[in-house]
């Protein structure tokens, strides 16, 4: 690691601490050179392998954005995204995988996504699901009612 002031290319670490409940590592480093110390942050990447063949890093932010979208109009707050992203990450980071297709980020989002707002995740659900006709619609819902207990009701 090279000093941020000076640019000597050795550090020592000084301290090491778990941040973010554990996702990341929290180092205080000192430069020998110069003295000066600094702080590093070190972070596990978290690959997203797409259907195209393509891997990127995982986005939090994207997550949120895509869920934003199928939220448009809804009462769902800013805060309930950013919850519900952070779900979705952590139950990703929890499969202990450095690289996920994006097929299961798309199901670690629909779980969150039912309890969040069932509209908002037909939404989502026609989209990921790719529904081409009512009876994809007509069979999701009824599997909404049956998990609320309210099959057959109307």
């Known amino acids: 690691m090279h000093c941020p002031f000076c640019r000597h290319p050795d550090t020592r670490v000084v301290d090491s601490r778990a941040a973010e409940d554990g996702a990341a590592i929290r180092r205080r480093r000192t430069c020998p050179e110069c003295g000066r110390r600094f702080t590093t942050q070190e972070t596990v990447l978290l690959m997203v392998s797409k ?18 979208r199928a939220c448009q109009g809804r009462p769902v707050g800013e805060d309930s995204l950013a919850q519900l992203g952070q779900r979705v990450e952590e139950s990703i980071r929890g499969t202990g995988a450095a690289e996920i297709a994006s097929h299961e980020v798309g199901l670690a989002i629909l779980g969150p996504l039912r309890d969040l707002d069932e509209v908002a995740y037909l939404r989502f659900a026609s989209v990921y699901r790719s529904f081409e006709t009512l009876a994809d619609f007509e069979a999701e819902i009824e599997r909404l009612r049956v998990a609320h207990g309210t099959a057959g009701e109307e």
Request: no cysteine; aromatic share 6%.
């Open 51 to 68: 259907r195209s063949g393509v891997t990127e890093p995982f986005s939090r932010e994207k997550v949120i954005a895509g869920v934003r």
